[in-house]
């Protein structure tokens, strides 16, 4: 997820994308890193069959560069467009 400048990114993992996003997007933990940086769009997501494999995933996006990060949102979504729309109906 970034913010509307995408100057910041975070990378979480959740069992529900769509209800995470909206916490996310309705600053539903006030003294969150997403809530103090407005991190509210998100511009990558990847499904996974386990909770595990999701988090081995995440930790290995996380220690990544930011350039890595980029790449992997530029290969999916050139626009960086709010993804949101099209998982809310999930």
Do not use: C
Not at 7 to 25: C, F, N, P
Not at 42 to 57: G, K, N, Q, T
Not at 76 to 86: A, I
């Amino acid at each position: 997820m970034t913010n509307i400048g995408n100057t910041v990114l975070y990378t979480g993992v959740t069992a529900d994308l769509v209800s995470r996003v909206l916490e996310h997007k309705e600053g539903k933990y006030p003294n969150s890193f997403t809530s103090r940086y407005n991190v509210k769009k998100l511009v990558y997501y990847e499904i996974f069959p386990s909770i595990e494999e999701a988090i081995d995933r995440e930790k290995q996006i996380k220690g990544g560069s930011r350039e890595r990060k980029e790449e992997l949102i530029n290969a999916l979504n050139p626009e960086w467009r709010d993804l949101f729309e099209d998982i809310k109906n999930w």
